[in-house]
């Protein structure tokens, strides 16, 4: 990859005065709890979007990308709409709201996919905060720049997002899993002991009617919290009842909403596991939950495809592979295999051959390793 520095030099004419870069990020468990008030453990990843950062000598921010052509100019507050610059304009405009921004030049490379599942939409909106902070003295909090670019994605680019991607790009660590409580907004890290590998088997499939399903979801993941919370009006969601209570509830609860509960509910206590596995040192038990998250989606959330489902299937015949799931929204999109580190290309070969031969084409693969969130580059 270009760095970010160079194609500024070549762009502008002169060094910038700093650089950031913020990774990509996957899910590495807890499928569709954020909005249900639970708890969600995500990794940040070694591919990174970088941007450098000058003065401008005309009024405004000008920002360029190296894989998106002509520079975009705006003012400070104002977001160019159906643009990629809408995402480093919404943060400017959220930064905008506290401080004067003044004129400046902004320019991003990336080697993170775009719409691959590894967020580089939160790369692209943390690593402009990042970098304005440190320009401007603001003295950030990460929590405060990952709220700041949360609300640049909801209010200036328009997309109904949570808080877990921006959270997992800022506060990750390498070596370490990023626990989210997005109803609390409080953020940890959590040690992954030894040396681990984080595969991503992307099938190819993009979302098959995605918003439907999506509001399909949310509408039952509500139905069934109306039902079970009626005299716990205190919870925070539908993720925080006892998985008891949705069995106690099944005669109350259409079959769409009672398997949504099910998975919502014993996912979330999955997550609380996994904690409690990593913490003890026992991967495989751990990785068995990966496992199991990955059956709930199938069979209760009934967000997976065959595609995804053959590919976790082969993986787990894999003895290196401590667990494999789906990751992210699903309906299509990636699978995630949490390895040992003698689980090399060979193994991922052999994985991508089986998909081949039942569906023609080869997944792309990623090898990827827990990394450190946003920062400053020198
Ligand atoms: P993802 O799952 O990768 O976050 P999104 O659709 O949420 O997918 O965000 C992707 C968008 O972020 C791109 O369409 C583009 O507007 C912007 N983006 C990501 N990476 C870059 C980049 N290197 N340069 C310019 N814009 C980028
Ligand atoms: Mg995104």
């Known amino acids: 990859m270009c760095t970010a520095s160079d194609s500024y030099l070549a762009q502008v004419g002169q060094p910038p005065v700093l650089a950031a870069r913020a990774p990509g990020r996957v899910e590495f468990i807890g499928n569709h709890t954020d909005y249900n008030g639970g708890l969600v453990l995500g990794a940040a990843v070694d591919r990174y979007l970088s941007v450098a950062l000058g003065p401008g000598r005309e009024p405004g921010v000008r920002v360029r990308s190296v894989d998106h052509g002509l520079p975009v100019s705006f003012a ?45 939409s939160a790369a692209i909106e943390t690593a402009t905060a990042c970098a304005l902070d440190a320009w401007l003295g603001l003295g950030m ?48 890290t959590i040690p992954v002991p030894g040396e681990t590998r984080l595969w991503i088997f992307d099938s190819g499939v993009r979302h098959r009617l995605t918003d439907g399903h999506y509001a399909a979801r949310h509408r039952e993941c509500g139905e069934a919290f109306a039902v079970l919370s009626a005299d716990r009006r205190d919870l925070p969601g539908l993720a925080h009842i006892d998985p008891d209570a949705v069995e106690a509830a099944r005669g109350r ?95 991922a070969d052999a994985v991508c051959r089986l998909f081949e031969t039942r569906y023609g084409r080869r997944p792309s ?7 450190d969130g946003v920062g400053l580059v020198s």
């Not at 059956?295 to 489902?309: G, H, K, Q, V």
């Not at 693969?365 to 990394?371: F, G, H, I, Y």
Request: proline share 5%.
């Open 141 to 188: 909090s990460r929590a405060d720049l990952a709220r700041a670019c949360r609300r640049a994605e909801n209010e200036h680019v328009g997309v109904p997002c949570g808080i877990l991607d921006q959270a997992v790009v800022t506060f990750g660590r390498q070596g370490h899993l990023v626990r989210v409580d997005a109803a609390a907004e409080v953020f940890e």
């Open 365 to 371: 693969v990623l090898a990827c390793r827990a990394s």
């Open 253 to 347: 609860l259409s079959d769409a909403a009672w398997r949504r509960a099910r998975h919502v509910t014993t996912e979330h206590r999955r997550v609380q596991n996994v904690i409690r596995l990593l913490g003890l040192g026992r991967l495989k038990e751990a990785g068995a939950e990966l496992f199991a998250s990955h059956r709930s989606s199938r069979d209760d959330f009934a967000n997976s495809t065959p595609e995804l489902d053959l590919l976790v299937d082969r993986l787990s015949q894999e003895p290196s592979v401590f667990g494999a799931r789906l990751t992210g929204g699903g309906f299509g999109g990636a699978v995630l295999a949490w390895t040992d580190p003698s689980f090399g290309v060979r193994e």
């Open 76 to 120: 400070p507050g104002a977001v160019p709409s159906g643009s990629w610059a809408a995402y480093p304009a919404g943060v400017v405009a959220v930064l905008a709201e506290r401080t004067d921004i003044p004129p400046c030049e902004l320019v991003f490379a990336s080697d993170l996919p775009v719409g691959a599942g590894l967020s580089s």
